[in-house]
């Protein structure tokens, strides 16, 4: 029988066990990288790793979102209560924006069929699916998912259709701050002289800065004990002084006296001495009649008495410390406040009109809004603070009587703002909350005819041709070879 005997591997076959080690080794470390560096690019934050192409910038957070964020300095817990599956990506990456701008905020998702029973030890019997509850020590917040998204039917009975918003972030932003800054601080508006209501816009605002809001019948109710601020919001009849069977002026002199916080609106087609008499005090008085703007560019088009006043520049009091000036405000019919020096008072304006103002000293009985002899020219305050440097009182007054106007929110959100800014600055808060809602859908692109016709006659016939042309020309080289 023939023997065989084995054979050592040649130089080839040794040449390709090498390359077949190399290959496999080279793989597995290719597949040990990738995931090594998955790992990493999960464990950095979202704002370095995935970016905002939304047109509303849906995915990314607001300047004044972050820098609360930034500034917390105790925990955060976000529950995200939603079924696995039906969890809105908006909301999730938002709350991963959150999470990425402070160690101090975590969030994670509670289904409720696995746990029924999680929402009732925060007082939530029924919550929504989509809703969010933010715990921060022994306080806590709940966001019902309807009230994330806003819907304006003001259009529906016109075209059958509404638009929806998102204003997550808003509601996100202001209850961290409401679970974070402290004991809840309490504001009181005045009732019971014709007083403008104020919005639900200006409440939600003013709540998003955990200051609580109550009404206040001064002919029945003393100024409470635990007022950080009082507002009067465009009066129509005057506050009654003494003689009266209520003397609700000198509660006020008394509650600015112990050191309070009065925030002022008025219109100047009421008549309201004893408050005037008050603001005096402080060293403010009404500029007679009522500011048009010679500027066109301060003013909305075709109505000059229509104000966008300019913000002022270097206030000490630091008002409009936490405001965003950038955003503009509306003052429809506003009246000119004047500073007068007073001693123990300090003043400063906080809105002014510009340099080609002018005032209708006719007031709301001008026949024409154009400059006339005895008109004098500006530019005038429309919104002053002052401080008495005794008690510590401090007002803010603006005399414009419309300001909070949930019609003007929708085109001037700076009114928000500013109002919002005001209360925060008297009650002694540093900067606001307050986050314009995000359009869900893009704006359509609309293109003139002109420019469509153009853009046709390039894409469907000079285009096509140039390629049809130069094909021919290749075509005909290659021929010639």
């Not at 004044?64 to 930034?70: H, P």
């Not at 019971?192 to 001064?218: C, F, K, M, R, Y």
């Not at 003052?331 to 400063?348: C, D, F, K, P, R």
């Not at 009985?365 to 020219?377: F, L, N, R, V």
């Amino acid at each position: 029988m023939k023997k065989f005997e084995k054979k050592s591997a040649g130089p080839l076959e040794r040449l390709r066990l090498k390359s077949g080690i190399y290959a496999a080794s080279f793989t597995v470390l290719a597949i040990l990288l990738a995931v090594l560096l998955n790992l990493i690019v999960r464990a950095v934050p979202a704002k370095y790793t995935e970016f905002d192409l939304s047109e509303a910038g849906l995915y990314s957070l607001s300047d004044s979102s972050k820098e609360i964020a930034r500034s917390l300095t105790q925990d955060v817990n976000i529950y995200y209560l939603a079924e696995t599956g039906s969890e809105d990506a908006i909301l999730t990456k938002l709350l991963d924006r959150y999470a990425s701008e402070s160690s101090h905020i975590r969030w994670e998702r509670k289904d409720p069929a696995v746990y029924p029973t999680f929402a009732t030890q925060y007082g939530v019997q029924s919550a929504e699916n989509g809703s969010l509850i933010l715990v921060s020590g022994e306080k806590s917040v709940v966001l019902e998912a309807s009230d994330l998204y806003d819907y304006d039917y003001s259009d529906y009975y016109a075209t059958g259709s509404y638009s929806v918003t998102f204003g997550g972030e808003n509601k996100l932003t202001a209850a961290i701050y409401r679970v974070t800054s402290g004991e809840t601080l309490h504001a009181y508006y005045t009732t019971n002289h014709g007083e403008q209501a104020l919005t639900d816009t200006l409440i939600d605002a003013l709540e998003g800065q955990n200051l609580a809001v109550s009404p206040l019948d001064l002919l029945t109710d003393a100024i409470p004990d635990d007022c950080d601020l009082l507002i009067v919001n465009t009066p129509q009849q005057d506050f009654a002084a003494a003689g009266s069977l209520v003397d609700e002026m000198s509660a006020l002199r008394a509650y600015l006296k112990s050191g309070g916080r009065l925030m002022l609106t008025t219109d100047s087609y009421y008549s309201t001495p004893n408050l005037d008499a008050l603001m005096a005090e402080f060293g403010l008085s009404r500029t007679p009649g009522l500011v048009v703007e010679g500027d066109s560019g301060h003013s909305l088009s075709g109505y000059p008495y229509y104000l966008l006043p300019d913000y002022a520049e270097d206030t000490g009091s630091g008002t409009l410390d936490g405001i965003d000036t950038s955003r503009r405000v509306l003052l429809q019919m506003a009246q000119g406040i004047t500073l007068t020096e007073t001693e123990g008072v300090t003043s400063e304006p906080l809105l002014v009109s510009s340099e080609s103002s002018y005032s209708k000293t006719a007031g709301y009985e001008m026949a024409t809004a154009g400059q006339e002899e005895g008109d004098p020219d500006g530019p005038f305050t429309l919104a002053a603070y002052a401080s008495n440097n005794a008690t510590g009182a401090e007002v803010i007054w603006v005399n414009c009587g419309n300001m909070d106007n949930e019609a003007v929110y929708q085109t001037v959100p700076g009114n928000v703002t500013f109002l919002q800014g005001c209360a925060a600055a008297l009650a002694g808060q540093e900067g606001t909350t307050l986050v314009e809602s995000k359009a869900l859908e893009a704006a359509p692109i609309t293109i003139p005819n002109h420019t469509a016709a153009a853009l046709g006659l390039v894409f469907v016939l000079i285009l096509p041709a140039a390629v049809l042309a130069v094909g021919a020309v290749v075509v005909l080289l290659r021929r010639r070879r």
